[in-house]
């Protein structure tokens, strides 16, 4: 069975080990009351992540565009083939429809995001006190929306190696072995 290139393979568990630390900062951060120092550290380490993902994520469109991912196997019904296209295309609008929305609500907020304390993201709008809180609701629905597509893209995942046995898992592990490479 055909392999993932390493680039994509790299990108996709970096990407996803981000995603996980941001969601999982967030909602740290998200349940301390007030403007504590610690809250206000999390924050900015919650909005690097989400820069440093959507800049991975532009790069693995970009690799994706000119490279074609391994087939599924034959035996794969189409509606799951449909399934699978559907759930990736998903996960692709959803990787950079949350940093982008949480980039607005920050500037909704009126504050600026400044990657890593050193480069000023651009301000593209002002402080806007009618649109934060609907921002704050896209940003949040669309989380859980990527955490609810993730775990069911895991799901699928494991359902292939441990029920299916059909190695699928494998191609995108950095180092296990696949059928034809033992």
Do not use: C
Not at 128 to 139: F, G, I, Q, S, Y
């Amino acid at each position: 069975m055909q392999r993932y290139t390493i680039p994509a393979i790299v990108l996709h568990w970096l990407i996803a080990l981000l995603i996980v630390a941001a969601f999982v900062l967030g909602l740290v951060m998200t349940d301390i009351p007030g403007l504590t120092p610690a809250k206000l550290r999390y924050v900015s380490w919650h909005k690097w992540l989400g820069v440093t993902v959507l800049g991975l994520a532009v790069l693995r469109l970009l690799w994706r565009l000119g490279h074609r991912p391994p087939a599924l196997p034959a035996s794969t019904p189409a509606w799951q083939q449909g399934a699978a296209h559907g759930l990736h295309a998903l996960l692709y609008v959803l990787i950079f429809a949350v940093p982008l929305s949480g980039y607005a609500f920050s500037l909704a907020a009126g504050v600026k995001v400044v990657y890593l304390g050193v480069f000023e993201l651009p301000v593209l709008f002002g402080p806007d006190p009618a649109l934060k809180p609907v921002l704050r609701a896209v940003h949040y629905w669309l989380d859980m929306s990527l955490a609810a597509a993730v775990a069911l893209h895991l799901a699928a995942a494991l359902k292939h190696q441990f029920v299916d046995r059909d190695g699928l898992l494998a191609r995108m592990l950095p180092f296990a072995p696949t059928k034809e490479n033992p």
